[in-house]
Structures are given as structure tokens and as C-alpha cells.
């Protein structure tokens, strides 16, 4: 699994998604997103891109 905090790379997160899924090795490793915020733009260009998850953060485990 890859998980990467939006906006924390020194990268355009997307363009690292889409090296993912480009390489054999990697095409079909579980890309989680995590952020702050929603904006949906970036969700729906992550979703065109196959990223696995979207999480909004901060989040509460509850047990």
C-alpha cells in the first residue's frame, strides 16, 4: 500500500500517482490519499487517476 499526504510532497501528488499506475510493478499497489481538506477538483482528477482511497484527516478512531 502507498499512502501520501496531499499537498506534503516536494511533487505534484497527482504526477506521482500516475507514475504508480504506469509501472508494471507498482499498477496495482492500494494508492491511499489523505488530506485536510476537500477540494473536488483534486478528488475527481485522483479518482480519473485510480487512486484507491480518499481519506479526510483529521479523523477519530471510534472502538
Given at each position: 500500500?502507498?499512502?501520501?499526504?496531499?499537498?506534503?510532497?516536494?511533487f505534484?501528488?497527482?504526477?506521482?500517482?500516475?507514475?504508480?499506475?504506469?509501472?508494471?510493478?507498482?499498477?496495482?499497489?492500494?494508492?491511499?490519499?489523505?488530506?485536510?481538506?476537500?477540494?473536488?477538483?483534486?478528488?475527481?482528477k485522483?479518482?480519473q487517476?485510480?487512486?484507491?482511497?480518499?481519506?479526510?484527516?483529521?479523523?477519530?478512531?471510534?472502538?
Amino acid at each position: 500500500m502507498i499512502s501520501v499526504e496531499w499537498g506534503l510532497l516536494k511533487f505534484s501528488d497527482i504526477d506521482f500517482l500516475k507514475k504508480v499506475r504506469k509501472t508494471a510493478r507498482t499498477a496495482k499497489t492500494p494508492f491511499v490519499m489523505a488530506s485536510i481538506t476537500i477540494e473536488q477538483a483534486h478528488v475527481v482528477k485522483a479518482i480519473q487517476c485510480d487512486m484507491s482511497e480518499y481519506v479526510i484527516t483529521p479523523f477519530q478512531v471510534r472502538g
